[in-house]
Protein backbone atom coordinates (compact mmCIF):
# COMPACT_ATOMS: atom_id res chain seq x y z
CA UNK A 1 0.00 0.00 0.00
CA UNK A 2 3.01 2.18 0.61
CA UNK A 3 4.18 1.67 -3.12
CA UNK A 4 0.99 3.73 -4.29
CA UNK A 5 1.49 6.38 -2.64
CA UNK A 6 4.84 6.80 -3.13
CA UNK A 7 4.23 6.40 -6.88
CA UNK A 8 1.08 8.60 -7.03
CA UNK A 9 3.01 11.27 -4.56
CA UNK A 10 5.89 10.84 -7.14
CA UNK A 11 3.29 11.57 -10.45
CA UNK A 12 1.60 14.61 -9.15
CA UNK A 13 4.04 17.89 -9.31
CA UNK A 14 4.09 19.85 -6.66
CA UNK A 15 1.35 22.37 -6.34
CA UNK A 16 2.91 25.26 -6.39
CA UNK A 17 4.43 24.39 -9.59
CA UNK A 18 1.63 23.74 -11.57
CA UNK A 19 0.95 26.24 -14.21
CA UNK A 20 -2.94 26.70 -13.20
CA UNK A 21 -1.43 28.19 -9.47
CA UNK A 22 1.10 29.78 -11.21
CA UNK A 23 -1.44 31.93 -13.19
CA UNK A 24 -4.15 32.10 -10.02
CA UNK A 25 -1.10 33.64 -7.77
CA UNK A 26 -0.31 35.92 -10.44
CA UNK A 27 -3.81 37.12 -10.96
CA UNK A 28 -3.92 36.98 -7.23
CA UNK A 29 -0.71 39.47 -6.94
CA UNK A 30 -2.30 42.07 -9.71
CA UNK A 31 -5.40 41.91 -7.85
CA UNK A 32 -3.77 42.97 -4.60
CA UNK A 33 -1.87 45.62 -6.09
CA UNK A 34 -4.76 46.84 -8.01
CA UNK A 35 -6.58 47.32 -4.28
CA UNK A 36 -3.79 49.20 -2.80
CA UNK A 37 -4.00 51.52 -5.98
CA UNK A 38 -7.61 52.00 -5.71
CA UNK A 39 -7.77 52.14 -1.77
CA UNK A 40 -4.71 55.42 -2.18
CA UNK A 41 -7.72 57.02 -3.47
CA UNK A 42 -9.29 56.92 -0.23
CA UNK A 43 -6.57 57.21 2.30
CA UNK A 44 -5.76 60.61 2.84
CA UNK A 45 -1.96 61.17 2.23
CA UNK A 46 0.47 62.95 4.42
CA UNK A 47 3.84 63.40 2.59
CA UNK A 48 6.64 64.31 3.92
CA UNK A 49 8.68 64.77 0.16
CA UNK A 50 7.03 66.28 -3.04
CA UNK A 51 7.78 62.56 -4.30
CA UNK A 52 6.00 60.89 -2.08
CA UNK A 53 2.58 62.47 -2.01
CA UNK A 54 2.21 61.03 -6.32
CA UNK A 55 -0.21 58.47 -6.76
CA UNK A 56 1.32 55.10 -7.14
CA UNK A 57 4.41 56.60 -5.67
CA UNK A 58 4.43 52.90 -3.18
CA UNK A 59 3.94 50.46 -5.79
CA UNK A 60 6.09 52.15 -7.93
CA UNK A 61 9.16 52.37 -5.30
CA UNK A 62 7.94 48.94 -3.80
CA UNK A 63 8.53 47.51 -7.66
CA UNK A 64 12.19 48.94 -7.97
CA UNK A 65 13.46 48.16 -4.43
CA UNK A 66 12.72 44.99 -5.21
CA UNK A 67 14.38 44.96 -8.65
CA UNK A 68 17.11 46.89 -6.59
CA UNK A 69 17.73 43.77 -4.43
CA UNK A 70 17.23 41.12 -7.12
CA UNK A 71 20.28 42.93 -9.08
CA UNK A 72 22.35 42.88 -6.31
CA UNK A 73 22.03 39.56 -5.08
CA UNK A 74 23.24 38.61 -8.85
CA UNK A 75 26.12 40.95 -8.65
CA UNK A 76 27.21 39.36 -5.16
CA UNK A 77 26.81 36.14 -6.71
CA UNK A 78 29.29 37.25 -9.39
CA UNK A 79 31.61 38.31 -6.63
CA UNK A 80 31.37 35.38 -4.18
CA UNK A 81 31.30 32.77 -6.38
CA UNK A 82 33.64 30.07 -6.12
CA UNK A 83 34.10 26.75 -8.19
CA UNK A 84 32.60 23.75 -7.79
CA UNK A 85 36.01 21.96 -6.68
CA UNK A 86 36.41 24.91 -4.46
CA UNK A 87 36.65 22.47 -1.06
CA UNK A 88 38.23 19.77 -3.16
CA UNK A 89 41.36 21.16 -3.44
CA UNK A 90 44.22 20.78 -0.93
CA UNK A 91 45.97 24.18 0.83
CA UNK A 92 48.71 25.76 -0.93
CA UNK A 93 51.28 25.14 1.70
CA UNK A 94 53.37 22.01 1.04
CA UNK A 95 53.83 21.88 5.07
CA UNK A 96 51.29 19.82 6.90
CA UNK A 97 51.17 19.61 10.63
CA UNK A 98 51.50 15.77 11.44
CA UNK A 99 52.62 16.68 15.54
CA UNK A 100 48.80 17.73 16.71
Not at 79 to 84: E, M, S
Request: glycine share 4%; proline share 4%; charged share 20%.
Amino acid sequence: MSDSRETHASNESAWLSRPKTIRLLWWVFAAVLAATLVAQLAVDMHPHFGADGWFGFNAVYGFLSCVAMVLLAKVLGWVLKRPDTYYDTEPATSETRTDV
